[in-house]
């Protein structure tokens, strides 16, 4: 092999390629130690809407302390999973700025309502935390509960209603999935209904969908107020009709002395169709 000259050249130009790139290499990692590459700064912008909650100041406060390496070494999934923990921020990704920074966008969560009294929902049918003084600055918001696991099934269902009930202009303020799979719902008028459970979902024989039970009811509403009075619960669990309990009627003019009438109370009315 020592008398072949083809086979020492091809070996000698092997070892100054190797050579060259272990040079090179470490010229790199030279380079990609020097302060000019330290992370000094973090850009943070919105993914699709105007931030309203998340704020670069608390992006660097979160990640502070937390994020190790330098431009070229620091972990970006690292770095979106710490920033995914931060309040507000639904979804974070992460990509490198030139020279020395990192650029964050961020998905906020969009508030639908709050859920099972300490948390809230968001449109995605997600529950999250976060400061609920914040979410309830622009007003009140729908209160939404249920068993864990069905906020998704709850902000559906939600939806729903909304569509079910705009003939007589009136929302959902309140919407609650029992644990026995039942739906309570209670409207911006105070009335209160209980729906039952969904015959579609659960298996059950009664041929009426909610939807059903819900058209039946809003077509009689306007002359159940009318002719009977303002309607303060209803009952849509029956088959084939709805029970409702009106309001206690305005006190009537005093009678004469001498005279009796007997007390008004709350009426409960079986309504067929």
Same mark, same amino acid.
């Not at 070892?15 to 850009?43: E, S």
């Not at 088959?239 to 002395?257: C, D, L, R, S």
């Given at each position: ?67 190790? @390496? ?54 995605? @049918? ?18 939404? @509960? @249920? ?127």
């Amino acid at each position: 092999m020592w008398n072949d000259s083809r086979t020492l050249n091809l070996l000698a130009n092997t070892l100054y390629l190797l050579a060259a790139l272990a040079l090179g290499l470490a010229a790199l990692l030279w380079m990609a130690q020097r302060p000019v590459f330290a992370l000094k700064g973090i850009v943070v912008e919105a993914d699709n809407a105007e931030l309203q909650h998340v704020t670069t100041a608390s992006v660097r406060a979160t990640i502070e302390g937390r994020l190790t @390496g330098n431009f070229f070494t620091a972990d970006l999934e690292q770095v979106r999973q710490v920033l995914e923990t931060v309040p507000w921020v639904r979804h974070a990704s992460i990509r490198r700025q030139w020279p020395n920074a990192l650029r964050v966008t961020v998905e906020e969560h969009r508030v639908l309502g709050l859920w099972n009294e300490n948390r809230l929902l968001n449109t995605y @049918g997600e529950s999250f935390t976060a400061n609920l003084g914040e979410a309830e600055e622009d007003g009140a918001l729908p209160v939404f @509960g @249920g068993p864990p696991g069905s906020e998704k099934l709850v902000a559906q269902r939600y939806a729903e209603l909304i569509r079910w009930f705009a003939p007589i202009k009136v929302d959902p303020s309140r919407v609650l999935l029992t644990q026995r799979y039942a739906w309570q719902v209670e409207l911006s008028t105070g009335l209160t209904i209980d729906l039952g459970r969904d015959p579609t979902s659960v298996g059950g024989t009664d041929p009426a969908s909610l939807e059903s039970r819900v058209q039946r009811f809003v077509q009689a509403a306007p002359v159940i107020d009318s002719r009977i009075g303002k309607t303060i619960h209803a009952d849509l669990r029956y088959p084939n009709g709805f029970a409702i309990t009106t309001a206690k009627p305005a006190p009537a003019p005093k009678a004469a002395p001498g005279t009796k009438k007997p007390a008004s109370t709350p009426k409960t009315t079986q309504k067929k169709p």
